[in-house]
């Protein structure tokens, strides 16, 4: 379904035509009311008047995450700060947080984004929204309930955890629309199948799945799992949180909201922007926001964009699932690989449930790679050397698919830490 017609389906040039206003004006204000955006437009010798066309947006200077934390709490405000209606935070567990402040009008476009995100997968007034991301500084939460009061459907705050009042509330309220973190929803499956609930009973029918990377196989087993369809849903504090981007009902790449944020692909290397299909690290600029608008923020998100009309009617670029970050990509003796590459291999194989973590480790100036991997109760419980070839044969695999020597280690049904938002895929041991 699409929530707004007449923007989610703008003919090519006149969303040019859109964008081009909103990034001059956007220019503008950034540049007379934000005195770090104009030291860095000076420093890079661009002035607003030279914003005739989107295209020009490539004289912008980039902008990086450590930079918005230089500048924290308000550097990044180019209005008044009493016209702030309400903030938002990245977690700041690595250092300082990244500031989301939002005017009256940023939040009506956040629930505007949030609407079409929620209604794209088919949801509508009647539906009632079981919102399990945390609520608080966190986007998630809050951003899932404004889209789905926008819609009209009936929102069940329940924030993050405490699994078994989720089964409960979903249970009791006739849940139709779960949104949580994938590896969340797996957890409510688990605890599910553990307390006999039996899903394809519930009237659950869709769930909106983002915040962290996951593959088309962990889709799979949800949609097995919790009887219902997942959609992939893509956001970041920085720009506005969840409502950047979203599967149609089509789950095939998501629908960028280009009238609002407008999306490109660089070589993270070089800066160089990249044609459609290549992948490379995706920048963003918010064309509407008025309390922290962004110009060129480097995402470190690694995935690409397709052109290509898609079927459902809407005519924005599309962009691929996220492949995985410039930041998490893990380097085991020179060579490159993401955790969702591993992923990929790992779910290929019969009995393994998406739960794992890689652990690195450096032995006399050398990388070594673990793979713990739940398995089935069945497999868990076969024979040892069962279990070893199993092992043998995922090292020979990913070994074929990416080059990489790991150790494959298959550990019981829930050895591994659950988590209630974002899932804890990496543990680098290396002293660099
Ligand atoms: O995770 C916003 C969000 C909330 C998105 C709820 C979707 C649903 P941050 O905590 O700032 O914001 O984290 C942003 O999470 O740069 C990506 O690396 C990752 N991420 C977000 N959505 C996806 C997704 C929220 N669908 C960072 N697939 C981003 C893969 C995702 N990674």
Redesign the pocket.
């Known amino acids: 379904m699409i929530w707004n017609r007449e923007f989610e389906t703008l003919s090519r040039k006149r969303l040019a035509q859109l964008q081009t206003k909103r990034l001059q004006s956007l220019v503008r204000k950034a540049y007379n009311g934000n005195p770090f955006y104009r030291g860095k437009m000076d420093a890079a010798g661009v002035k607003p008047t030279h914003i005739k066309d989107i295209s020009d947006i490539v004289k912008l200077p980039f902008i990086t995450k450590a930079e918005m934390r230089d500048v924290y709490p308000y550097g990044l405000l180019s209005c008044d700060v009493n016209n702030i209606a309400e903030i938002h935070t ?2 700041g567990t690595t250092g300082k947080p ?1 500031v989301d402040a939002y005017t009256k009008k940023d939040l009506e476009i956040w629930s505007e984004v949030m609407a079409r995100t929620l209604a794209s997968g088919g949801t509508t007034a009647k539906d009632r929204v079981q919102n399990a ?1 945390g609520y608080g500084l ?4 809050l ?2 309930h404004y889209g789905a009061r926008k819609i009209g459907a009936m929102v069940i705050p329940i924030s993050g955890g405490n699994t078994k009042r989720q089964l409960q509330i979903m249970h009791d309220f006739g849940t139709t629309v779960l ?1 949580c ?2 590896s969340y929803s797996l957890y409510i499956a688990e605890a599910g199948k553990e307390e006999k609930i039996d899903f394809s009973k519930l009237p659950l029918r869709s769930g ?7 593959s088309e196989n962990m889709r799979k087993e949800i949609e097995e799992k919790l009887h219902l369809k997942a959609f ?8 506005i ?6 599967e149609c009902e089509r789950q095939d790449l ?1 629908h960028v909201y280009e009238d609002h944020f407008f999306p490109e692909i660089i070589d993270p290397g070089t800066g160089e922007a990249l044609p459609d299909g290549e992948k490379g690290e ?1 920048v963003i600029t918010t064309l509407s926001k008025e309390g922290t608008p962004v110009v060129r923020y480097r ?3 690694i995935t690409y964009l397709d052109h290509s009309k898609c079927g459902c009617g809407r005519t924005s670029v599309r962009m691929h ?2 492949l995985g ?1 410039t930041d ?1 990509m893990l380097i085991i003796r020179g060579v490159n690989v993401f955790p ?1 590459q591993i992923e990929e291999v790992l779910l290929r194989m019969e009995g393994v449930e998406p739960q794992y973590q890689l652990v690195v480790e450096r032995r006399d100036n050398l990388d070594y790679l673990e793979v713990q991997v739940e398995v089935s109760d069945a497999i868990f419980s076969d024979e040892i050397k069962n279990l070893e070839r199993r092992e043998k044969q995922m090292e020979k695999e990913l070994h074929e698919a990416l080059l990489i020597h790991a150790k494959v280690k298959l550990v019981e049904p829930k050895a591994i830490a659950r988590s209630e938002g ?1 899932a804890k895929r990496i543990i680098d041991k290396r002293v660099l």
Do not use: H, M, N, Q
């Not at 966190?138 to 939460?141: E, V």
């Not at 909106?208 to 996951?214: C, Q, S």
């Open positions: 990245s977690s990244v991301y966190f986007t998630g939460g951003g899932v949104a973190t994938p909106f799945f983002g915040a962290e990377p996951w992939d849903i893509y956001g970041l504090t920085e720009i949180g969840p409502g950047v981007a979203a998501l995706l995402t470190r998100d699932r996220i970050r998490d969702s974002k």
